[in-house]
């Protein structure tokens, strides 16, 4: 069955430096694409980036990248420059190809980032 | 460009009462989907739509549960005999897709968060 995890409830980054959110996936499909969405106070899930199993290169969005890691299962996404802004819950995301028979996308537990001025 | 609605923001009612969620997704996307979240974790799958056809149901939704996507714009989810345990936020997230693709990112709504008393 298909599985994210997210290990990490909470972090904490100074304003300006990197911070690393890690994920772990588990599929035996071996077409999957895997997410990384947003969520502020307000609520509303934001895309950020995806990254497909058959990618060979790193995704890259702005501030925003994925480090993904195949044979580990491990697709952790890194951010740049913290900025205040960053504050959210931030949550990683998967969703099967052709094998799984479904349509729908499955989310790990999140972690919450805490980015101090 | 308008996002995705819905409506209510906030919802409480009494143990037992009967409510409806709305949902107007992005007016170009043909597919739509429900999901739950309780505090602290990620969105859980509920149920997908494409056009008007309700095409996959998560087994962990009971008969309370039912949705319906009439004429493939907007949705509405029906709690029937609501119980403590339905208090979540439901989120509602729409997307255009086309067969199996494992890249399709959701836009998603800014829930409604249900309170039963």
């Known amino acids: 069955a298909q599985k994210i995890t997210q290990t990490q409830p909470g972090m904490f980054v100074q304003e300006k430096e990197a911070v690393t959110l890690d994920c772990t996936y588990d599929t035996s499909d071996p077409s999957y694409g895997l997410f990384w969405y947003k969520q502020p106070s307000s609520g509303e899930m934001i895309f950020l980036i995806y990254q497909g199993s058959y990618d060979q290169q790193n995704a890259t969005e702005g501030r925003y990248s994925l480090n993904f890691q195949k044979a580990r299962k491990s697709a952790n996404l890194v951010i740049s420059a913290s900025q205040l802004g960053d504050s959210a819950m931030y949550f990683c995301?998967?969703?099967?190809?052709?094998?799984?028979?479904?349509?729908?996308?499955?989310f790990g537990a999140g972690t919450r980032l805490f980015v101090k001025a | 460009d308008t996002g995705v609605s819905q409506d209510p923001r906030h919802k409480i009612t009494k143990r037992g009462q009967n409510v409806t969620f709305r949902c107007d997704p992005i007016?170009?996307?043909?597919?739509l989907y429900w999901y739950r979240q309780t505090l602290g974790q990620g969105p859980e799958f509920l149920t997908y739509f494409q056009n008007e056809a309700q095409l996959e149901k998560s087994r962990l939704l009971s008969d309370r549960f039912s949705a319906e996507r009439p004429k493939g714009s907007f949705s509405t989810l029906e709690i029937q005999r609501t119980e403590q345990g339905d208090s979540a936020m439901y989120l509602c997230a729409s997307s255009f897709g086309q067969g199996r693709t494992t890249n399709e990112k959701l836009f998603f709504g800014s829930g409604t968060q249900l309170s039963v008393l």
């Open positions: 007016s170009e996307h043909n597919r």
């Open positions: 995301a998967m969703r099967e190809g052709l094998e799984s028979g479904g349509f729908k996308t499955i």
